[in-house]
């Protein structure tokens, strides 16, 4: 599909890409001044800078494209990837935060090294690169790359090195400060463009009761039959949760933002931001969808529904704001993975190996930000080769290599008994299990329908490590590890008065979510 682009559309594209550049080169110039700023932004981030931020990083190409090709295909069951993140995003902020902040740690590897020791610190720093490679870098250019490919008709690989090109350019001379506001800027292209996509599709239709009616009643159920093959309610119950904690909460390129919040309250807040945008996320991501399957649906699929709505819908001038929206999603989630692989690589590999300055530091992370995007365009052209759909491919590889840390993580937070020899099975053994897995999934090895549905395979996986975690840390005794990590009783008694407001905004917020449920029961 190649779309003619008016004049109008490629006046407002052109301005697009020069005030992306301006705002990631120009308002950074003097930002990357030592360490702290490169990689954590000097931990100044306002609350609204973080919850921005985390959105425009989250909000890429599948949640664009994929989403609404579930919409398409399935209906609002999608919605509960976004509808039931916020109580991921609440654990992260008010239990693991607090834990992070306190030591003052840069990486998730070193706060395992604090919890269970180096071993598990060192594969950690291996495992992060690993999967900020493929899951952050490789499938969003694949899918980015694909789109771009469309709209403008150029070779895959040739939009995959202009999108890796642009994002690697301000992403190593400004560091985490250029990703965040660059971020808040492409949050606002990507939501208003958005929202005016879905009146538009709206109106087309003719109001919200024919929309109602005139898609199928199983489109608007948010937990189907168990006997549903993909999206069935235990696959949602029980396999997002899985991802989901480490996604919200041991990911580097989603905590690193939190980290680098002004203090603790800034940081609650803006995980606090980004829950209550989930709630609309949805409505101009998933919806969108929906409304493509009762205008096009002889002309549609399910991987090109956004595209196809755009394309018929959009106005001159409004159809270059939407491709905009499509590529500011995609280099923003490729600039806030390469931020991540340089922080991760230049602090615990290169720091460890040799002794650096802040000069060095900087230095060596602006480099590594170059190859990490050439080693990128190598893993979305192996992506390409794959055969599988955008929402498949990218969340297929989180829920397989989630279910390794999701289980040191949250035992290492909760469970004292949890200890080093247990945590060292889980990440060693099952990390290379999960690998293997998520390798023959993608290649579809042995053969094509092997493998279940990728929810179902995480909590098989996470179900099994989890096993192996309690087994052993009940044999083994506990590794006496010297650690300055605080209780969550510690915690609250620290940070309860302050952060009452806090609580409060997760309270409404669940209020909320609950009414959403009712509603959609």
Request: glycine content about 8%.
């Amino acid at each position: 599909m190649k779309i003619t682009l008016s004049t109008l559309d490629f006046i407002v594209l052109v301005v697009y890409i020069i005030l992306l550049l301006l705002i990631g080169f120009y308002l950074n110039r003097k930002s990357a001044k030592s360490n702290a700023d490169i990689f954590l932004g000097g931990r100044m981030l306002r609350w609204w800078q973080i919850g921005l931020s985390l959105f425009s990083a989250n909000a890429g190409p599948m949640m664009l494209i994929g989403f609404a090709g579930i919409g398409f295909s399935h209906g609002v069951v999608g919605s509960n990837f976004e509808w039931l993140a916020w109580i991921f995003l609440l654990i992260l902020a008010m239990f693991f935060l607090p834990h992070y902040l306190a030591t003052k740690i840069s990486t998730m590897p070193q706060f395992l090294k604090l919890r269970f020791g180096n071993r598990c610190y060192n594969f950690l720093t291996i495992y992060s690169l690993i999967s900020i490679l493929l899951v952050w870098l490789g499938s969003a250019l694949y899918a980015g790359g694909l789109i771009i490919s469309q709209i403008f008709g150029w070779p895959l690989m040739y939009s995959v090195i202009v999108v890796t090109i642009i994002a690697t350019s301000f992403t190593a001379v400004g560091g985490l400060k250029a990703v965040v506001r660059t971020g808040i800027f492409q949050s606002v292209i990507i939501i208003v463009s958005s929202i005016i996509l879905s009146w538009l599709a709206l109106k087309q239709i003719g109001g919200i009761d024919r929309f109602v009616t005139a898609v199928p009643d199983d489109y608007w159920k948010l937990f189907r039959p168990a006997s549903d093959p993909q999206y069935s309610w235990i696959a949602i119950i029980t396999g997002y949760p899985v991802v989901a904690i480490y996604y919200w909460c041991a990911d580097q390129t989603i905590v690193q933002k939190v980290l680098a919040a002004k203090n603790l309250k800034e940081g609650q807040f803006g995980a606090l931001l980004l829950a209550v945008l989930k709630i609309i996320m949805p409505l101009i991501f998933i919806f969108p969808g929906m409304m493509c399957y009762v205008l096009y649906r002889d002309l549609a699929q399910e991987d090109n529904a956004y595209i196809t709505l755009v394309t018929n819908l959009m106005p001159a001038g409004l159809l270059g704001l939407c491709l905009a929206a499509i590529i500011a999603a995609l280099i923003d989630t490729v600039s806030s993975g390469l931020n991540s692989f340089s922080t991760v690589f230049t602090l615990d590999i290169a720091g460890r190996i040799w002794e650096l300055d802040d000069k060095a530091r900087i230095r060596i992370g602006k480099w590594i930000t170059v190859v990490a995007g050439l080693l990128a365009i190598g893993i979305a052209f192996l992506f390409s080769r794959s055969g599988k759909g955008f929402f498949e491919l990218s969340q297929g590889m989180v829920s397989i290599l989630a279910p390794p840390l999701s289980v040191v993580f949250i035992t290492g937070i909760l469970w004292k008994r949890m200890n080093s020899t247990a945590a060292e099975f889980v990440l060693y053994g099952g990390g290379l299990i999960c690998l293997l897995v998520g390798i023959c999934n993608v290649l579809n090895l042995p053969y094509a329908g092997f493998w279940p549905h990728f929810l179902i395979l995480s909590v098989y996986l996470f179900v099994g490590l989890l096993t192996v975690a309690v087994f052993v840390s009940m044999v083994y005794k506990p590794a006496l590890i010297p650690t300055s990590l605080p209780t969550l009783l510690e915690t609250d008694k620290t940070n309860g008065k302050e952060l009452r407001m806090v609580w409060l905004g997760w309270i409404l917020l669940g209020l909320f979510m609950l009414f959403i449920y009712w509603n959609f029961r």
